[in-house]
């Protein structure tokens, strides 16, 4: 997580288990980054997200991105709390909550936080690692923006 937000832009990562486990994933391999690319792509699906994603499957040569973390700076909305779903990530760790489009608790819980979620696979969601600093580089993120 330190190391999306040490870039300094709003970033996702998607890390393997290192070999002991999903502790060590800051020594693990990174699959796929992403960043938002809405704007850039014209594509409203270019979620970094979705791009890291992508990214990991892409490298794996799979579209189950299992044995893998991943770390995001805001909590995903409910089409990457789908594809990650879909993707079947066991473990998705965000910093700060989303309380307009959240699907991991916030307004939606796509994710099955707490054992309770409508669709098959639910990752481990672990929140709030980092949140003040994650909140401070959206913040100036999207303030340089506007």
Known sequence: MAIAVGDRIPD????????????????????????????????????AEMIA?????RALGSWRVLDSVLYVTLEPCAMCAGAIVLARVPRVVFGTPDPKAGAAGSVLNVLGVGGRGPLNHRPQVDSGLLAAECADLLRSFFAARR
């Open 12 to 47: 996702v990562k998607v890390f393997t288990f290192g070999e002991s486990g999903p502790e060590a994933t800051t020594s693990g391999e990174v699959l796929g980054t992403g960043h938002n690319e809405r704007e850039a792509r014209a594509d409203p699906t270019a979620h």
């Open 53 to 57: 994603l992508r990214d990991a499957a």
